[in-house]
């Protein structure tokens, strides 16, 4: 199957057949997939819980508006952004950079003046706008990895952030919520699965000039 | 070549060799791959202008801090997202669902309701950002296929957004240009592509619950 007809089989899915897992190689292959997603700087401004006890997924099902895909998916993955980049996170890059390349600190004082410049800004709001839209790449790459090893996805927004975020014990002053993905497999009665894929005719979504 | 060699392979270009075009069907492909992507009710709420005039590239360079992808990469894609849902993008969304899947426009109206629910936000920032991060996961799908395409790539923030806005005469009231990908084939003598490729410890990126 190639890349194409893997996407075009994907959909969001509203009910997981709940007795099949997702395998923990499988699942491994997919979340290296979010691991070498591209980021603003290289800076990943972002972590994954990775959920897989019925226990904490039926605690966060108040906290979703439409239940029936976290009751019944192999795994949820809940990505979580950071709302500001101090200075300790990016001595804490440039350390690693150092010590994977196996070069001097000093050798990347450019690469880390840019950095600061972007990192300080003073307006919050717009870093966390940032990384939140880093973390999208992130599901975009899950997404993607899991519809090349046939595993079902649902990206869910739907949920009460305050929520969601006390059950994980959430730093809020330094971290959110961004956006989950469930994991699994299809139902074989999710209707959903039949339904003809719509996308905006490409007319209006493309322009070459 | 699996898709997380491609993956581990793609790294952020920071010059590509200008002799070097993207064939039009494999443009196609990756271009299809974003079509696909996933978005929050199937909204879309963005749109693809795919620059390969040398004449528009050219104008585009001053816009951006970094020039040298802009003028040397094969085609530049720049992501454009709405800043509102209005009443008639919707309507069109809904003619075309029922088009494309042969049902009645009266038989989706709860699914009307839930999205008249979230786009009516009077919000419009928390709109605007909504749809910046849906053109993330293009972003995402683009850059993956583009890796197993053996298609290079560099996502680049880094523009003066207004300038880039005005050249590509954007309409701010109702879009902005969100973010840009450059594709083509990295030069030889970018050194880039030889360094090793920097990821969190997954002590720090994922934690398994």
Redesign the interface.
């Known amino acids: 199957m190639n890349?194409?007809e893997a996407?075009?089989k994907?959909y969001?899915v509203k009910k997981f057949d709940s007795t099949k897992k997702v395998d923990s190689e499988v699942l491994t292959?997919i979340?290296?997939?979010g691991?070498?997603?591209?980021s603003?700087l290289?800076l990943?401004p972002y972590?994954?819980?990775?959920?897989?006890?019925t226990e904490?997924k039926q605690k966060l099902i108040s906290a979703y508006h439409n239940p029936s895909q976290i009751s019944t998916c192999s795994h949820l993955v809940v990505l979580i952004s950071k709302k500001n980049i101090d200075e300790r996170y990016v001595d804490g890059y440039f350390r690693?950079?150092s010590e994977?390349?196996e070069v001097g600190i000093e050798s990347l004082s450019l690469f880390r003046k840019n950095i600061d410049g972007y990192t300080q800004n003073p307006n919050q709001q717009a870093i966390e706008?940032?990384a939140?839209?880093?973390s999208?790449?992130?599901?975009?790459?899950l997404?993607?990895?899991a519809a090349?090893e046939q595993v079902d996805t649902c990206?869910m927004?739907g949920f009460k952030k305050k929520e969601i975020e006390e059950i994980l014990e959430i730093d809020t002053d330094k971290e959110g919520v961004?956006?989950t993905l469930a994991l699994g497999y299809r139902a074989e009665d999710d209707a959903f699965q039949h339904?003809?894929?719509?996308?905006?005719?490409?007319e209006?979504?493309?322009?070459?000039?």
Chains 1, 2 share one sequence.
């Open positions: 890349y194409l996407l075009q994907r969001s292959r979340l290296q997939a691991k070498l997603s591209a603003s290289g990943q972590r994954l819980l990775i959920i897989e006890s904490m690693h950079i994977v390349r706008s940032w939140e839209k880093q999208y790449i992130v599901l975009g790459n997404m993607f990895a090349l990206p927004e961004t956006v339904l003809k894929k719509v996308r905006k005719p490409e209006k979504l493309f322009k070459f000039i």
